[in-house]
């Protein structure tokens, strides 16, 4: 049984590995929780955090939240532990941390890509899991996918994976990258989603610091991805565009910056609903400005898009508790009529 706010997660069904409970929570922020990917399955709004509600998913494991409504919310309890990564301890280090997944689907199965630290002093690294269901259960592949450190390219820190599969092409591609080393790569997948066929060299977009995802729309490539200092309120979400999922990029701005309630709002996804309109869903810190650090845990939130008529990403607004959207999305207006 878990508890947030008072409210009580009722466990509908246990099996043997598997915990389903539902809870009506909160509306943004939706649950504490970080680096939030977000896809949309048969209707319903799925999420992959690193974390979860209350606290009580920590950083040995993942789980995976869902919601038809983005009221009511499920959880489908342990989707991965850290003791089912058998490679897990070949670095020799003392400790191990899992953060930053992000998933994907091809030929009905389900790959769940994760971080794993530490990063010093040996490097992090990138893992696939598979399944096949979204609620998994997920099986480790057996090995790394990516390794990082150092190379004759430079440092580079081997977090926050998100595969794309091109909708035009059929190829996948894993983006990666981050932080200390703020460096971007991109691999195209093998067809078997757990291995890298090749690595593709792209330009390192304006402000990136981490925290990629790559979406579709209308034949426009948008890459979006984290600027600034994961707990300080210069952190944000920018973006490029491009006509190919590779680049070349055009550098279109800031979309989701701090405001007087909230700060540090990035690690995002982008998911299209069935009425084909689009949200965000991304994490911050909901306090009022000041120097510093940020206090506090971090929060998921899930927000409307708007394009302009030029394909664009209109500045996104961080709503709190009912202006925030539900499904289907009601109306087209904005809670901040200025945009
Ligand atoms: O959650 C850990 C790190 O914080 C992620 O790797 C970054 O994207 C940032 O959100």
Same mark, same amino acid.
């Given at each position: 049984m878990m508890r947030r706010s008072g409210k009580r997660w009722i466990v509908s069904a246990v099996g043997v590995a598997l915990v389903i409970a539902t809870a009506a929570i909160a509306r943004n922020p939706v649950f504490q929780g970080a680096d939030p990917h977000a896809m949309m399955i048969d209707g319903e709004m799925w999420i992959f955090p690193t974390g979860g509600p209350g606290g009580s998913w920590a950083a040995d494991r993942f789980g995976a939240f869902s919601s038809r409504d983005l009221k009511t919310w499920t959880s489908h309890g342990e989707i991965l532990r850290r003791d089912q990564i058998r490679w897990i301890g070949d670095d020799g280090a003392k400790a191990h941390f899992l953060w930053a997944p992000g998933v994907a689907t091809r030929g009905g199965k389900? &790959? #769940?890509? !994760? /971080?794993? *630290?530490?990063?010093?002093?040996?490097?992090?690294?990138?893992?696939?899991?598979?399944?096949?269901?979204?609620?998994?259960?997920?099986?480790?592949?057996?090995?790394?996918?990516?390794?990082?450190?150092?190379?004759?390219?430079?440092?580079?820190?081997a977090i926050d994976p998100m595969a794309f599969v091109d909708p035009r092409s059929g190829k996948a591609y894993l983006y990666a990258g981050?932080?200390?080393?703020?460096?971007?790569?991109?691999?195209?997948?093998?067809?078997?989603?757990?291995?890298?066929?090749?690595?593709?060299?792209?330009?390192?977009?304006?402000?990136f610091t981490e925290g990629a995802f790559l979406h579709?729309?209308?034949?426009?490539? &948008? #890459?979006? !991805? /984290?600027? *600034?200092?994961?707990?300080?309120?210069?952190?944000?979400?920018?973006?490029v565009t491009a006509r190919s999922p590779v680049g070349p990029w055009r550098y279109r701005g800031a979309i989701l910056t701090s405001d007087a309630r909230h700060q540090g709002p990035g690690h995002h996804s982008f998911?299209?609903?069935?009425?084909?309109?689009?949200?965000?869903?991304?994490?911050?810190?909901?306090?009022?400005?000041?120097?510093?650090?940020?206090?506090?845990?971090?929060?998921?939130?899930?927000?409307?898009?708007?394009?302009?008529?030029?394909?664009?990403?209109?500045?996104?607004?961080?709503?709190?508790?009912e202006e925030a959207p539900t499904l289907p999305l009601n109306n087209h207006s904005s809670p901040h009529p200025a945009l």
């Open positions: 389900w &790959y #769940l890509y !994760y /971080s794993v *630290g530490p990063q010093n002093p040996t490097p992090s690294r990138i893992g696939v899991a598979v399944a096949d269901a979204p609620q998994g259960p997920y099986r480790d592949s057996g090995r790394p996918l990516v390794t990082g450190g150092r190379s004759a390219n430079g440092e580079f820190e981050g932080s200390a080393g703020a460096k971007l790569r991109v691999w195209e997948l093998g067809r078997d989603m757990v291995s890298l066929a090749r690595e593709v060299t792209v330009d390192q977009p304006a402000n579709e729309r209308n034949g426009v490539y &948008y #890459l979006s !991805y /984290s600027h *600034g200092h994961w707990d300080r309120p210069d952190y944000s979400v920018h973006y998911v299209r609903t069935a009425r084909g309109e689009w949200l965000i869903v991304y994490h911050r810190w909901d306090q009022r400005p000041g120097p510093g650090q940020l206090k506090g845990e971090r929060q998921v939130a899930i927000d409307r898009v708007r394009y302009g008529a030029d394909g664009t990403i209109l500045p996104i607004a961080m709503t709190d508790g």
